[in-house]
């Protein structure tokens, strides 16, 4: 969520700015649709082009391809408005606090703007236009970030603190269980045709029969695995769940220590695996993972701060989102 909401704050300068002149220029021409209001807080208001092009920017760094999925549509443009409120917020907070922007900071995302559209003919041509938008978007944005430095600016919390944080929260500092896990892997080649599969599968099969009348895993890896861990007798070590693709995984999890698997097609070909020791899950002690609990701690605390910030703020404020953005109808 941090990083999310920094993120869209950055967005919006792109897309507003390298926009501005247009906006202005469809409101003149009388385009009721793009300077229609589909966010208001209080006397601050987002016309519908300026929110289309802040939307078309946080899906495309959101979403591989600039897609959004059918089914989040609807939530995600409603998570936006609703980020985009909490901003115009965080804002004014910022500008009744006597927040004053970072100059330098100005200056230099001026700049990084100009490094990096310096071989754009259309940023050449409308850059005059554009940087008194872009700079103050940028102040919006220093602002905004300051304001979270400042809401989220706490002590250190003591021993006894953390230590508390700890006690309540023990699945967070607890090594999951984790067994050691054996492989038997026959190889077939990428492209090959079902033939090749049958007929792995019943060398795998054969292999199970052997182990399961007396033969050692160990040496039938070293014999017939074609994985690197063949030399090892197959032994990949202890492994935590997870490790490994979730259909072995929940094929290897009905296992008991010493027993071997049904042949498993895998994506290098047909395997075997056998469950050793398993180790059980442990909690760590406090002073192996007291640095963790202090960072997890602020962490929270800073969340819980900025969620609290943000919800008075909503409070006091009259929020309207057009129903297109709010709905809920997912």
Same mark, same amino acid.
């Given at each position: 969520? #941090?990083?999310?909401?920094?993120?869209?704050?950055?967005? %919006?300068?792109?897309?507003?700015?390298?926009?501005?002149?247009?906006?202005?220029?469809?409101?003149?021409?009388?385009?009721? =649709?793009?300077?229609?209001?589909?966010?208001?807080?209080?006397? =601050?208001? %987002?016309?519908?082009?300026?929110?289309?092009?802040?939307?078309?920017?946080?899906?495309?760094?959101?979403?591989?391809?600039?897609?959004?999925?059918?089914? $989040?549509?609807?939530?995600?443009?409603?998570?936006?408005?609703? =980020?985009?409120?909490?901003?115009?917020?965080?804002? *004014?907070?910022?500008?009744?606090?006597?927040?004053?922007? =970072? *100059?330098?900071?100005? $200056?230099?995302?001026?700049?990084?703007?100009?490094?990096?559209?310096?071989?754009?003919?259309?940023?050449?041509?409308?850059?005059? &236009?554009? %940087?008194? !938008?872009?700079?103050? &978007?940028?102040?919006?944005?220093?602002? %905004?970030?300051?304001?979270?430095?400042?809401?989220?600016?706490?002590?250190?919390?003591? *021993?006894?603190?953390?230590?508390?944080?700890?006690?309540?929260?023990?699945?967070?500092?607890? $090594?999951?269980?984790?067994?050691?896990?054996?492989?038997?892997?026959?190889?077939?080649?990428?492209?090959?045709?079902?033939?090749?599969?049958?007929?792995?599968?019943?060398?795998?099969?054969?292999?199970?029969? &052997?182990?399961?009348?007396?033969?050692?895993?160990?040496?039938?890896? *070293?014999?017939?695995?074609? !994985?690197?861990?063949?030399?090892?007798?197959?032994?990949?070590?202890?492994? !935590?769940?997870?490790?490994? $693709?979730?259909?072995?995984?929940?094929?290897i999890a009905q296992l008991t220590p010493g027993q071997v698997s049904e042949p498993i097609r895998v994506l290098e070909g047909v395997a075997l695996f056998r469950i050793g020791d398993v180790e059980p899950a442990q909690l760590k002690s406090f002073d192996e993972v007291s640095a963790r609990a202090e960072e997890l701690w602020l962490r929270q605390a800073r969340?819980? #701060?900025?969620? #609290?910030?943000?919800?008075?703020? &909503?409070?006091?404020? #009259?929020?309207?989102?057009?129903?297109?953005?709010?709905?809920?109808?997912?």
């Open positions: 969520m #941090n990083q999310w909401f920094q993120r869209l704050v950055k967005l %919006i300068c792109l897309a507003i700015a390298l926009a501005a002149g247009s906006s202005a220029a469809a409101t003149v021409a009388g385009d009721n =649709d793009a300077a229609a209001v589909v966010i208001k807080v209080d006397d =601050d208001a %987002i016309g519908s082009a300026e929110f289309k092009r802040i939307f078309a920017e946080a899906v495309r760094y959101k979403y591989y391809h600039g897609r959004v999925p059918e089914a $989040e549509l609807a939530r995600f443009r409603r998570q936006v408005a609703r =980020d985009l409120v909490d901003q115009l917020l965080v804002h *004014r907070e910022a500008l009744r606090q006597n927040l004053v922007p =970072d *100059r330098a900071r100005i $200056e230099q995302g001026i700049a990084d703007y100009d490094r990096r559209y310096a071989a754009s003919p259309a940023w050449q041509a409308q850059r005059e &236009r554009i %940087i008194p !938008h872009l700079a103050g &978007r940028l102040e919006r944005q220093d602002l %905004i970030e300051q304001m979270r430095a400042r809401v989220e600016s706490l002590p250190q919390p003591d *021993r006894a603190q953390v230590h508390a944080y700890y006690r309540r929260n023990p699945e967070l500092f607890t $090594e999951p269980s984790r067994s050691r896990i054996a492989l038997i892997l026959l190889a077939v080649a990428p492209g090959a045709g079902q033939a090749e599969w049958d007929k792995a599968l019943a060398r795998a099969s054969e292999l199970r029969r &052997r182990v399961d009348a007396g033969e050692s895993f160990t040496t039938l890896a *070293r014999q017939h695995s074609t !994985h690197a861990s063949a030399t090892d007798g197959g032994d990949l070590g202890f492994l !935590h769940r997870g490790r490994l $693709e979730e259909r072995v995984q929940r094929a969340l819980r #701060n900025w969620e #609290n910030f943000l919800a008075r703020l &909503r409070a006091g404020a #009259n929020i309207y989102l057009d129903r297109s953005l709010d709905s809920s109808d997912d």
